[in-house]
């Protein structure tokens, strides 16, 4: 007894092939944690922008993702300390219609999870002292984030004082550590990474009115080895070049730019022309 296939038994066969290669190729691509390390290790400068669906109107979303897609932006960062509206699913489809820049979802909250994303920073606000924002919040997201296509990349989130109270501050009843502490930050910073957090994400807050000082960047940057992201009232190209120069892997930028979406070509300009590796 032989087997005969038919035309059907085959387009069944094809089928399945394609599945079991697309799935071979999945596994083989790099995550976007690989994709970070390599980029560090070749000295790359990213930038960042950050959609709050909060602050961004509908009509700015579309200018900010055309102009992210001509400056050549790295990453998205979607969120808010505090999202009222039901804009993120919303925004996160058209950016995925729109171009294939991968998009983290950077939570402020249980409510701003969504599958659309590529990947979650699993943050832990280490600067501060809220054990619901250490582990309470993550024990409640795990079982259903561990059913995920998102990659999940944990984060040690460090607010850094920004000259005015922020609201991540204050919802998240935390004090941000001093402006001028270097040393307090290193240390954070360190005991963080022994945790075995992948990422370090030092946050001065939305619309600070003074972002994180280089020295206290270059000082953090020079002593963990994992990815370091900068961000919080940057607001000139000149600056997000500054913390790129002190040691800052990526910037991040939203308030800025949500008021002035055009800024988003200058500033990922400036980033990208400190990079070791030319975008
Ligand atoms: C805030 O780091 C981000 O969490 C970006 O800050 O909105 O001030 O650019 P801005």
Redesign the pocket.
């Known amino acids: 007894m032989y087997f005969k296939p038919d035309s059907r038994d085959l387009i069944k066969l094809l089928f399945l092939c394609k599945m079991a290669l697309s799935r071979i190729s999945a596994d083989m691509k790099d995550t976007l944690y690989q994709q970070l390390g390599t980029g560090k290790e070749q000295g790359k400068k990213d930038f960042v922008v ?1 959609i ?1 669906p909060d602050k961004l109107s509908l009509r700015n979303v579309d200018d900010v993702i055309r102009l992210s897609i001509e400056s050549k932006v790295d990453y998205f ?1 979607i969120g808010g ?1 505090l999202i009222v509206n039901s804009m993120l699913d919303e925004i996160l489809t058209n950016l995925k219609k729109a171009c294939n820049i991968p998009v983290f979802l ?1 939570p402020g909250g249980t409510n701003q999870i969504s599958y659309r994303a590529d990947a979650l920073l699993f943050l832990s606000l280490i600067s501060g002292r809220n054990p619901d924002l250490l582990i309470g919040k993550h024990v409640e997201t795990a079982p259903f984030l561990k059913i995920s296509p998102l990659e999940i990349i944990s984060t040690g989130y460090m607010l850094v004082d920004g000259g005015v109270p922020t609201t ?1 501050s204050y919802m998240s009843n935390t004090y941000p550590i001093p402006a001028t502490k270097d040393d307090i930050a290193v240390c954070t910073a360190i005991a963080g990474e022994f945790l075995g957090l992948k990422l370090m ?1 030092m ?6 009115k003074t972002p994180i000082s280089e020295s206290m960047i270059g000082a953090v940057s020079g002593a963990v080895n994992c990815p370091l992201i ?5 607001r000139t190209p000149e600056k997000a070049a500054a913390n790129a120069r002190a040691g800052a892997d990526l910037i ?7 008021k002035d979406p055009s800024l988003v070509t200058e500033m990922a300009a400036a980033v990208h022309e400190v990079s070791a590796v030319k975008v």
């Open positions: 950050l709050d960062f300390s950077f991540v994400y946050d001065a807050g939305s619309g600070a900068v961000g919080g009232g940057i991040v930028v939203g308030d800025a730019i949500e």
